[in-house]
């Protein structure tokens, strides 16, 4: 089965097998009583519920790779900028969505190109940090690009961006990357105005809502 995987991978339709695969992983997940890592479906579910929840109507995500999130929020938001390093990967969505103008895929290194993309957001945004931190295709060591990122959106003018960071247990100490406890220590210490949380493996980052977290302010909604 791996091979196989493996052998899909290197072909246009790799996108559409894994895409049919959501549903059974997200049903297997809860069966086996919701493990740390979550499956892509709920994935997709929480950051269009966060879109929902703060009225935020553009997504910037990192890390494309097949479109499937581009491809799960294009009619929920009006604006998407997907940033993806593997120039096969970013050739590939930017054809996949060349018909859809409100999606751009931007190909590079996304701790460079937040910082760029910043200085053209004027209004709030949903960050999805999604770019293979933790060793992703043998990239061990990209955590530096993670802090990068956090550093430009949380001092960014506009002041209430809305970050969402997969695979939290990857933030370990490992690989010279930071623990939960180091970013919710910075996050408090520096940046009072901001609550954060883990909840299904996902970092939330969002504006202080008179002292709720983001769990908190979902269940209110």
């Given at each position: 089965?791996?091979?196989?995987r493996?052998l899909?991978?290197?072909?246009p339709?790799y996108?559409?097998?894994?895409?049919?695969?959501?549903?059974?992983?997200?049903w297997?997940?809860?069966?086996?009583?919701e493990?740390?890592?979550?499956?892509?479906?709920l994935?997709?579910?929480?950051?269009r519920d966060?879109a929902?929840?703060?009225r935020?109507?553009?997504l910037?995500e990192?890390?494309?790779?097949?479109?499937?999130?581009?491809?799960?929020?294009?009619?929920?938001?009006?604006?998407i900028?997907?940033i993806?390093?593997?120039?096969t990967?970013?050739r590939?969505a930017?054809?996949?969505?060349a018909?859809?103008?409100?999606?751009?895929?931007?190909?590079?290194?996304?701790?460079?190109?937040?910082?760029?993309?910043?200085?053209?957001?004027?209004?709030?945004?949903?960050f999805?940090?999604?770019a293979?931190y933790?060793?992703?295709?043998?990239l061990?060591?990209?955590?530096?690009?993670?802090?990068?990122?956090?550093?430009?959106?949380?001092?960014?003018?506009?002041?209430?961006?809305?970050?969402?960071?997969?695979d939290?247990?990857?933030?370990?100490?490992?690989?010279g990357?930071?623990?939960i406890?180091?970013?919710?220590?910075r996050i408090?210490?520096?940046?009072?105005?901001?609550?954060?949380?883990?909840?299904?493996?996902?970092?939330?980052?969002?504006?202080?809502e008179?002292?709720?977290t983001?769990?908190e302010?979902?269940?209110?909604?």
């Amino acid at each position: 089965m791996a091979s196989f995987r493996q052998l899909l991978r290197r072909t246009p339709f790799y996108g559409a097998y894994k895409k049919l695969g959501h549903h059974p992983d997200y049903w297997y997940w809860k069966l086996r009583g919701e493990p740390v890592r979550a499956p892509h479906l709920l994935k997709q579910r929480t950051v269009r519920d966060f879109a929902r929840r703060y009225r935020l109507r553009t997504l910037v995500e990192t890390g494309t790779y097949y479109g499937e999130m581009v491809a799960a929020m294009r009619r929920h938001v009006e604006r998407i900028y997907s940033i993806e390093l593997d120039s096969t990967l970013a050739r590939r969505a930017t054809a996949k969505f060349a018909r859809f103008p409100q999606v751009t895929i931007l190909e590079g290194d996304s701790g460079r190109l937040i910082p760029q993309l910043l200085a053209t957001i004027t209004t709030p945004a949903l960050f999805w940090l999604d770019a293979g931190y933790y060793g992703w295709a043998g990239l061990v060591g990209e955590t530096g690009r993670l802090a990068a990122e956090l550093e430009a959106i949380l001092r960014h003018a506009v002041r209430e961006h809305v970050i969402l960071i997969d695979d939290a247990r990857g933030l370990d100490g490992r690989n010279g990357a930071l623990t939960i406890d180091q970013l919710q220590r910075r996050i408090a210490a520096e940046f009072p105005d901001r609550a954060i949380e883990v909840r299904h493996d996902i970092v939330r980052i969002t504006p202080r809502e008179a002292g709720l977290t983001a769990s908190e302010a979902e269940r209110r909604t």
